[in-house]
């Protein structure tokens, strides 16, 4: 399990978040890091109860079905922890909160409905246009 940072003066400075604003950042960002982490533990934990308990090809059936499914949600939770950490990462180096695209703030609003945000909003609907319009043809 990941901690939080006790006082936002432990996290580096920000060129565009006050540091209060990073610390809740970095403060929900390891709040879903740990759901993630406790997610897999308690799915990895019923697939394995879940294989001790089949009794009939049915319950097989029906199990495999629930274990391929859990699975698929278990590698979507793997690449978003993998976002997580890479944020945490910034955090950490001082580059949170901006754009990688074209080096501007991601803006605390945009952040604090998608931490894991790496593109300013401008950016992001830029590219939302350009592949919309490719998939047009």
């Not at 940072?5 to 390891?30: C, G, I, R, T």
């Not at 759901?35 to 009939?56: F, I």
Request: with cysteine; glycine share 6%.
């Amino acid at each position: 399990m990941l901690e939080h940072v006790k006082d936002p003066s432990d996290l580096p400075a920000d060129n565009y978040l006050k540091p209060q604003e990073l610390w809740e950042l970095h403060k929900v960002l390891v709040d879903q890091a740990n759901e993630l982490l406790d997610a897999g533990q308690q799915t990895v934990s019923a697939l394995t109860h879940e294989r001790d308990l089949e009794a009939d090809s049915l319950d097989v059936a029906t199990t495999e079905s629930d274990r391929d499914f859990s699975l698929r949600l278990a590698g979507r939770e793997r690449r978003m922890l993998s976002k997580i950490k890479y944020a945490l990462e910034c955090i950490d180096n001082g580059e949170y909160g901006t754009c990688e695209n074209c080096g501007e703030s991601i803006g605390f609003k945009r952040l604090m409905v998608r931490p894991v945000a790496r593109v300013c909003i401008d950016c992001k609907t830029q590219a939302e246009q350009l592949e919309r319009g490719s998939r047009a043809f």
